[in-house]
């Protein structure tokens, strides 16, 4: 239709001062719907297809752009999800880690104590061998010293005769009994 004003207008400013001649104005009016008509009985599927084609392609990329919408909303939602489970996990691997620590550090100060009360008990038992090992050192030296003090106490006191009546005692009780 705007092309029909268009072709008027064009005729009417070419012809100015002229009368219009309106026999040769439907000719090209004829001309032109019978140019369109031939045009569109070859390229009106085509065109017809172009634009469904088209559309349907608009559609399906604002198909495929609500579904992306919806798995980038699912998405955004399951990492807000997890960011907020993060901190809770974070709390509770920090609170298995303090409980650890702290069975750890009552373990090595069992074990500690095990060791210091072994270590005293060791030395006790040390102290005690050592002492009953000088103890017996000392008697044996004390009855070494008594048996050389006896013995140099009965040679200066017991003369030969005397000497012999005691080897003779001593004698006689060791085969009598």
Sequence with gaps: MALLVCLCATEAL????HEYRWGDFAYRVVNFI???GILWYFTGKLIKNYFRGRRQNIQDTFDNLDSRREAAKKKLSEVEAHIA???QERRAILDESRSQAEALKK???EDAKRQAEQIVAQ???TA???GRSILSQVRSTMADEIVDAAEKLLREKLGPAEHEKLITNSLNKVVLH
């Excluded at 070419?14 to 001062?17: S, V």
């Design 34 to 36: 019978i140019f369109f």
């Design 123 to 125: 030395a006790r038992l």
């Design 85 to 87: 489970n993060l901190e």
């Design 14 to 17: 070419a012809n100015e001062g």
């Design 107 to 109: 373990n090595i100060i």
């Design 128 to 130: 005690e061998n050592e």
